[in-house]
Protein backbone atom coordinates (compact mmCIF):
# COMPACT_ATOMS: atom_id res chain seq x y z
CA UNK A 1 0.00 0.00 0.00
CA UNK A 2 1.17 3.65 -0.78
CA UNK A 3 -0.17 6.37 0.24
CA UNK A 4 0.66 9.80 -0.90
CA UNK A 5 0.44 13.80 0.64
CA UNK A 6 2.43 17.19 0.01
CA UNK A 7 0.22 17.91 -3.12
CA UNK A 8 -1.02 21.57 -3.01
CA UNK A 9 -1.46 25.32 -5.24
CA UNK A 10 1.91 27.65 -5.28
CA UNK A 11 2.80 30.08 -7.93
CA UNK A 12 5.72 29.63 -10.66
CA UNK A 13 9.01 29.68 -8.57
CA UNK A 14 7.64 27.89 -5.56
CA UNK A 15 8.30 24.33 -4.07
CA UNK A 16 6.37 21.49 -3.14
CA UNK A 17 7.57 18.18 -1.01
CA UNK A 18 5.62 14.91 -1.66
CA UNK A 19 5.67 11.69 0.31
CA UNK A 20 4.68 8.12 -0.54
CA UNK A 21 4.96 6.40 2.60
CA UNK A 22 4.74 2.60 1.52
CA UNK A 23 3.70 -0.21 3.77
CA UNK A 24 2.25 -3.63 4.03
CA UNK A 25 3.68 -6.00 1.68
CA UNK A 26 6.53 -3.92 -0.39
CA UNK A 27 9.72 -5.54 0.02
CA UNK A 28 12.43 -3.39 1.76
CA UNK A 29 13.88 -2.64 -1.77
CA UNK A 30 12.34 -1.96 -4.64
CA UNK A 31 12.24 1.07 -7.49
CA UNK A 32 9.93 4.40 -7.02
CA UNK A 33 8.73 6.17 -9.73
CA UNK A 34 6.63 9.21 -9.43
CA UNK A 35 4.36 10.06 -12.20
CA UNK A 36 2.10 12.83 -13.03
CA UNK A 37 -0.86 13.56 -15.37
CA UNK A 38 -2.15 16.60 -16.66
CA UNK A 39 -6.19 16.98 -17.66
CA UNK A 40 -6.08 15.60 -21.24
CA UNK A 41 -2.55 14.32 -21.33
CA UNK A 42 -1.30 10.99 -20.90
CA UNK A 43 0.57 9.92 -17.89
CA UNK A 44 4.32 10.07 -17.54
CA UNK A 45 7.22 9.55 -15.41
CA UNK A 46 9.08 12.34 -13.81
CA UNK A 47 11.68 10.27 -11.35
CA UNK A 48 12.32 6.83 -10.24
CA UNK A 49 14.76 5.24 -8.02
CA UNK A 50 15.74 1.65 -6.75
CA UNK A 51 16.50 2.41 -3.23
CA UNK A 52 19.07 0.11 -3.11
CA UNK A 53 20.60 1.39 -5.81
CA UNK A 54 20.79 4.79 -6.07
CA UNK A 55 21.14 7.64 -8.18
CA UNK A 56 17.69 8.59 -9.24
CA UNK A 57 16.71 9.04 -12.80
CA UNK A 58 15.02 12.06 -13.73
CA UNK A 59 12.60 13.18 -17.24
CA UNK A 60 14.43 15.91 -18.72
CA UNK A 61 11.43 18.18 -18.25
CA UNK A 62 12.03 18.24 -14.36
CA UNK A 63 15.97 17.56 -14.53
CA UNK A 64 17.46 19.78 -11.91
CA UNK A 65 14.22 21.36 -10.35
CA UNK A 66 12.91 18.22 -8.87
CA UNK A 67 14.75 15.52 -6.36
CA UNK A 68 14.04 12.28 -4.87
CA UNK A 69 14.83 10.81 -1.93
CA UNK A 70 14.40 8.72 0.98
CA UNK A 71 13.87 9.04 4.65
CA UNK A 72 16.96 8.07 6.32
CA UNK A 73 14.94 7.57 9.57
CA UNK A 74 11.80 6.06 8.01
CA UNK A 75 13.14 3.88 4.61
CA UNK A 76 9.62 3.05 3.66
CA UNK A 77 8.95 6.95 3.00
CA UNK A 78 10.21 8.66 -0.30
CA UNK A 79 9.72 12.36 -1.14
CA UNK A 80 10.09 13.97 -4.34
CA UNK A 81 11.02 17.73 -3.63
CA UNK A 82 9.71 19.73 -6.31
CA UNK A 83 11.53 23.41 -6.94
CA UNK A 84 11.50 26.31 -9.04
CA UNK A 85 7.66 24.72 -9.68
CA UNK A 86 6.40 26.09 -13.61
CA UNK A 87 2.58 25.95 -14.70
CA UNK A 88 3.78 23.23 -17.13
CA UNK A 89 3.80 21.23 -13.72
CA UNK A 90 0.43 21.48 -12.67
CA UNK A 91 -0.89 18.00 -12.49
CA UNK A 92 -2.26 14.84 -10.34
CA UNK A 93 0.99 13.03 -9.24
CA UNK A 94 1.05 9.55 -8.35
CA UNK A 95 4.08 7.31 -7.21
CA UNK A 96 4.11 4.03 -7.85
CA UNK A 97 6.60 0.85 -7.49
CA UNK A 98 7.72 -2.19 -9.08
CA UNK A 99 10.56 -4.63 -7.29
CA UNK A 100 13.71 -3.11 -9.26
CA UNK A 101 13.98 -1.14 -12.75
CA UNK A 102 16.60 -2.01 -15.01
CA UNK A 103 18.03 0.96 -16.79
CA UNK A 104 16.14 2.15 -19.26
CA UNK A 105 12.83 0.89 -17.64
CA UNK A 106 11.83 3.17 -15.50
CA UNK A 107 9.00 5.17 -16.49
CA UNK A 108 7.46 1.93 -18.39
CA UNK A 109 3.73 1.30 -17.41
CA UNK A 110 4.57 -2.46 -17.14
CA UNK A 111 4.83 -4.63 -13.42
CA UNK A 112 4.11 -1.43 -11.87
CA UNK A 113 2.58 -3.52 -8.48
CA UNK A 114 1.33 -0.62 -6.22
CA UNK A 115 -0.56 3.14 -6.97
CA UNK A 116 -0.74 5.53 -4.41
CA UNK A 117 -3.85 7.41 -4.60
CA UNK A 118 -2.48 10.39 -6.10
CA UNK A 119 -2.45 14.21 -5.62
CA UNK A 120 -2.63 17.04 -7.07
CA UNK A 121 0.17 19.96 -8.05
CA UNK A 122 -1.39 23.13 -9.26
CA UNK A 123 1.46 25.58 -10.12
CA UNK A 124 -0.22 29.26 -10.78
CA UNK A 125 1.96 31.79 -13.27
Known amino acids: QLVESGGGSVQAGGSLRLSCAAS????????IIWFRQAPGKERKGVAGMNTAAPPPVYADSVKGRFTVSQDNVSKSTLYLRMDSLKPEDTAMYYCAVRGYCASGTYFADSELNHWGQGTQVTVSS
Open 24 to 31: GTISSNYC
